[in-house]
Structures are given as structure tokens and as C-alpha cells.
Nanobody, 126 residues
Framework: QVQLVESGGGLVQAGGSLRLSCAAS????????MGWFRQNPGKEREFVAA????????YYAHSVEGRVTISRDNAKNTVYLQMNSLKPEDTAVYYC???????????????????WGQGTQVTVSS
């Protein structure tokens, strides 16, 4: 099992910034990726960004590209999501997840992730 704990969410005005953190513990995968998704009530979970643990290759959704940066600290087993120029439409619960056993499949498909955190709320006011 992998335990994921997100933090860093909160209320921010439009144009502001937040940095989310996701600390991982437990089982490790030799090859894996960490992804961030977001979801609003009644809507499907949406891919935001992902990063591979080994190479650090990054992936971004078009809707956030240029405003969001994903990074990792291998020593701390922590992944970060720096979000700038936030918009009200960025409001959602943000989840981090591990793509372990299905590493190498669709990086933006939540069905291909094995473990999920509990989520952290991000609210952007206009």
C-alpha cells in the first residue's frame, strides 16, 4: 500500500498562487509517476499534471499549462504543484495519485492510477 497525504490547499483570490504538496509513504515502485487531478461535485475527475519519479519528465493539461509547475523531491518522497495566476475555474478538490503497477499507460487517465490521497480543497475567489 501507498499512503498519500496532500496539503497546501486553501482560499485565494484570482491571480494568486498556491503550492500543493503530496507526501508519499509505504510501498515504492521502481518505475512510477505521480499525478495531480482535480474534481468538482457532479463532474468527472480532471487531469492536471504528472511527473515521473525517476526521470522527472512532466506532463500538463492544456488548461493549466504555463500557470502550473509540478516538481518532486525524491529524498522527501514528496511531489509539489505550484499554481500561479489562479482563476475561479481552478476551484476544485485536488488529489494526488500514484501510477505504479500501470506505469507507462495513459498518464492523464485516472483509471491508470493505483493509489489516491484524500484530497485538498482549492478555492479561488473572483
Amino acid at each position: 500500500q501507498v499512503q498519500l497525504v496532500e496539503s497546501g490547499g486553501g482560499l485565494v483570490q484570482a491571480g494568486g498562487s498556491l503550492r500543493l504538496s503530496c507526501a508519499a509513504s509505504g510501498r515504492t515502485f521502481r518505475n512510477s509517476a505521480m499525478g495531480w487531478f482535480r474534481q468538482n461535485p457532479g463532474k468527472e475527475r480532471e487531469f492536471v499534471a504528472a511527473i515521473t519519479w525517476s526521470s522527472g519528465r512532466t506532463y500538463y493539461a492544456h488548461s493549466v499549462e504555463g500557470r502550473v509547475t509540478i516538481s518532486r523531491d525524491n529524498a522527501k518522497n514528496t511531489v509539489y504543484l505550484q499554481m500561479n495566476s489562479l482563476k475561479p475555474e481552478d476551484t476544485a478538490v485536488y488529489y494526488c495519485a500514484v501510477q505504479g503497477s500501470r506505469f507507462g499507460t495513459d498518464i492523464d487517465d485516472d483509471d491508470d492510477y493505483d493509489f489516491w490521497g484524500q484530497g485538498t480543497q482549492v478555492t479561488v475567489s473572483s
